[in-house]
């Protein structure tokens, strides 16, 4: 495939940007209620034009708060999946085998940070927000799945944490500084993942034929059936969240119109982003074109 990533050069990067949680939550670094947490662009909460400004703000960090812990969801399952084909491939490349546990590293430091923003976010909110999991249930749904369509996922799941935060947050001012420096500090890492899952997909997309990649490609199609489904109890989470917090009662109209905007919301975030997304599809083109077409005739539904 036409890049120039490397288990050298990834490995080279990480090691340069390594943080610990330490140093980005906890004492003086904390969450400000009084500011958004998400970009409107993933929010979407501007659209829902019945709720005021106060409850527009809360609506968004109930949807920040449910970012952070999907990523602490999905990245129980990239943890083991990552282990176990760093597992099959100990011997031959020292550089391989310490960028992909490199790269399990930072996903188990990944999970403890956001369970640490919940912890904070719970203290701070007043309100409990659930969350869909449990997380060990998802993992183990998503890991029955072909590692081909796995490693689709994970490539899917790492470049849209890129385009999430180069695309959305970076330039945004109105943003809660501190949420906004938890997102900058996993983007970071997560630039290395993105590459190494091109070179996963790669390996693990070796010999297959057009076919067996194909049905890959529909196992990746599937698991995101299946994140579709959770987004959408997400959605109804949300919306209880919402009125528990603010006290607010929404007409059925009202409510109906909530579900519509916010699925779709979080149907562009977790699913539209990544599937439209140049690094996939090119990857997914490298695969055969088939694949790269078959995505992109399904994507709409989730823009
Ligand atoms: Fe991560
Ligand atoms: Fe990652």
Redesign the pocket.
């Known amino acids: 495939m036409n890049h120039s990533y490397s288990y050298q050069s990834t490995l080279v990067a990480s090691d340069a940007i390594h943080w610990r949680i330490e140093d980005i939550i906890g004492g003086e670094k904390r969450l400000d209620f009084a500011r958004p947490f998400m970009p409107d662009s993933l929010a979407r909460v501007e659209q829902l034009s019945f709720l005021t400004p106060d409850e527009k703000r809360i609506l968004n960090q109930i949807r920040g708060n449910a970012y952070l812990c999907i990523f602490g969801l999905v990245?129980e399952f990239?943890l083991p999946f990552v282990m176990d084909h760093a597992r099959k491939q100990l011997q031959g490349d020292d550089y391989r085998v310490r960028a992909l546990l490199q790269?399990a590293s930072?996903?188990a430091k990944?999970i403890q940070l956001f369970k640490r923003f919940r912890q904070e976010f719970e203290d701070g909110f007043g309100t409990d927000c659930p969350v869909i999991g449990p997380p060990e249930a998802i993992a183990s749904a998503i890991l029955a799945h072909d590692p081909l369509g796995v490693a689709l996922t994970t490539l899917h799941i790492?470049w849209m944490v890129q385009r999430h935060y180069v695309e959305s947050i970076k330039d945004d001012q109105e943003l809660d500084p501190q949420f906004k420096s938890l997102l900058k500090h996993h983007w970071l890492?997560?630039v290395q993942?993105a590459k190494l899952d091109t070179l996963m997909v790669e390996s693990l997309a070796a010999g297959r034929s057009e076919a067996e990649i194909m049905k890959s490609v529909e196992e990746y199609i599937e698991i995101g059936g299946f994140i579709d489904a959770g987004l959408a109890q997400q959605v109804e989470f949300d919306m209880d969240s919402f009125i528990r917090a603010t006290g607010r009662q929404l007409t059925d109209a009202e409510k109906e119109e909530f579900r519509t905007i916010q699925l779709q919301a979080n149907r562009w975030t977790y699913l539209g982003t990544g599937m439209t997304h140049d690094r996939v599809l090119e990857t997914l083109q490298y695969l055969t074109p088939k694949a790269r077409q078959r995505i992109e005739s399904i994507s709409p539904a989730f823009c």
Do not use: N
Request: aromatic content about 10%.
């Open positions: 990245e990239i790269f930072e996903e990944h790492e890492e997560e993942h």
